[in-house]
């Protein structure tokens, strides 16, 4: 918790640990905070202060004895640390491990000691032999190994090694992800041998513990094929939860159809999760008010469901009552329920309101709002091109044609307009010096897709809007509604320019014919005021 009150913007101040003056947040330096993650606190042997140690001295310690002449090798240092009997204090950030002042640039090349040669080729081990264990695999317990004592001259760490910088070269990963994901191989397979399998519960919370890449360790050792995923998918928890409070019949058969909506069956295709997230969510207020009578589906009648629905209004009895009908009309054609309650119960047709456009003021503060590249560049695509969050995030670099100022989204290819295409160079150019060698062919991305190959979410995607008046989502809606004013209403144009289904075309037709009438009505009462008697 930190020492100063909540608005209060901390002075500066001294670290704890190296004694360094500096602008940092809490009581530790970064460089501190980092050292201590990973070392033990003990006494020091040279300056007596309880601190986390490594080789029995603690940071302040190492830093004086780098500070006793120019470059030296590590074992240099550590033969220095007994000679330590003062400490030079230093600023934050100009302190540095080889001498006290940075290497000059040799012949206008990259600063500091000359970069690594890349990992040997190497392959997959060949062991010769194999000894078929009598049991199973024991569960291993890595939060018990200490990375000091890592086995760096393991064959399989050679491998993984030679695999990580091959995945680094072609996915861009920078110098700080390769220092921890080698680090994490170090850990993980020390004291691997052959025919054993890594899996995820066992190594999640040791890595993330030492603050390491555990995505990025995991797609090498993917890549090796010793690799086994045995986390509980988040669909398996939420279900659980979803599912707590209901009769234990009724909710073995709420699962199983839960179930074939997501995996699909025989006679039907699997549906999106968010769509099978809906339909629970809609059929349990229902299902635990029932399970207070009942144990089964079969049980519930007809008057059951009309005495439930007559409590809804609006689009919530829309919602329940499709999501009952499949739930019932599910069990019926499996034999759990003698009759179906919910067949010709009239779910009736949803009353879609007349849309209305924004208002500039409302769409001035969502572009005052974008201040970035990328938010300007994803506002654009909204508000021009009426794109959707998803079709947004799943943009290639393919979809963009610069030279025939073409932009394809959904499959449909589009005309760039001049705004359109002054933001998309804006942020191209962002994006390549940003993250120059970053493999991912997605049009947008961000810190965390950058050194993957996924597309960003939509919640990343929308969150510059969010809270706005004119969301991207009404900035969609809005730029349809104007072209349905602007070029008349009709709903073949619309779907054509669009790609909407025929329905939605036909609402956004109907609105702006409302909306027409309603400004025709409006101008020919003001033209009857001002030709009336005076």
Not at 52 to 81: N, T
Not at 125 to 135: M, S
Not at 202 to 207: C, D, S, V, Y
Not at 470 to 483: F, I
Request: with cysteine.
């Amino acid at each position: 918790m930190s020492r100063y009150p909540k608005g209060y913007c901390k002075p500066t101040d001294s670290c704890d640990g190296c004694l360094a003056w500096g602008d940092f947040s809490g009581r530790l330096c970064p460089a501190c905070y980092m050292f201590g993650r990973s070392h033990a606190t003990a006494l020091c042997a040279g300056c007596r202060r309880i601190q986390p140690l490594k080789w029995d001295f603690c940071r302040l310690c190492w830093c004086q004895a780098r500070l006793g002449g120019q470059a030296a090798a590590e074992a240099d240092v550590r033969a220095r640390l007994n000679a330590v009997r003062h400490h030079q204090l230093f600023f934050m950030g100009m302190h540095h491990r080889n001498g006290s002042a940075p290497a000059p640039r040799q012949g206008g090349g990259r600063r500091g000691a000359p970069r690594k040669p890349p990992p040997a080729p190497t392959w997959r081990p060949n062991t010769g032999w194999i000894q078929l264990p009598l049991f199973g695999q024991v569960p291993r317990d890595y939060s018990r190994l200490d990375p000091a004592d890592a086995d760096l001259a393991s064959p399989w760490l050679a491998w993984a090694k030679y695999l990580a910088h091959r995945l680094a070269e072609a996915r861009g990963w920078g110098r700080g992800i390769r220092f921890a994901v080698n680090r994490g191989l170090a850990l993980v397979l020390t004291g691997y041998a052959e025919g054993d399998v890594i899996r995820h519960t066992e190594i999640f919370a040791p890595l993330r513990s030492l603050d390491l890449r555990v995505g990025h360790v995991v797609t090498v050792l993917k890549e090796m094929g010793i690799f086994e995923d045995d986390s509980e998918p988040s669909f398996e928890g939420w279900l659980a939860e979803r599912l707590d409070g209901l009769a234990p019949g009724i909710r073995s058969e709420a699962e199983r159809w839960t179930r074939v909506l997501r995996d699909g069956g025989p006679r039907s295709l699997p549906r999106r999760e968010g769509t099978v997230w809906l339909y629970l969510n809609r059929v349990r207020p229902a299902l635990l008010e029932w399970s207070i009578r009942y144990d089964h589906l079969r049980e519930v009648t007809r008057d059951d469901v009309l005495t439930h629905a007559k409590t809804l209004h609006g689009h919530q009895r829309h919602d329940q009552l499709v999501a009952l009908r499949s739930l019932f009309g599910w069990a019926k054609r499996n034999g759990l329920v003698f009759r179906n309650p919910t067949s010709r119960i009239k779910v009736g047709q949803y009353q879609y309101g007349v849309l209305q456009p924004l208002v500039p003021a409302q769409v001035d503060r969502s572009v005052a709002a974008a201040t970035t590249p990328a938010t300007r560049l994803i506002l654009a695509l909204a508000a021009v091109h009426a794109a959707r969050v998803a079709q947004i995030g799943t943009l290639m670099l393919d979809d963009v044609d610069l030279g025939n100022r073409r932009l394809t989204i959904a499959g449909r290819v589009r005309p760039l307009d001049d705004l359109t295409l002054k933001l998309l160079l804006e942020w191209l150019e962002h994006r390549r010096n940003r993250w120059p060698n970053t493999a991912n062919l997605h049009l947008l991305i961000n810190n965390q897709t950058a050194t993957r190959t996924s597309r960003a979410s939509n919640h990343w995607i929308s969150a510059s809007m969010r809270g706005q008046d004119a969301t991207l989502e009404r900035l969609r809606v809005d730029r349809q509604l104007e072209e349905a004013l602007t070029h008349g209403p009709d709903p073949l144009h619309l779907a054509e320019v669009f790609g909407l289904d025929e329905k939605t075309a036909m609402r956004y037709a109907d609105s702006a014919r409302a909306l027409l009438q309603q400004t025709a009505e409006h101008s020919a009462s003001l033209s009857g005021k001002e030709l009336g008697p005076h």
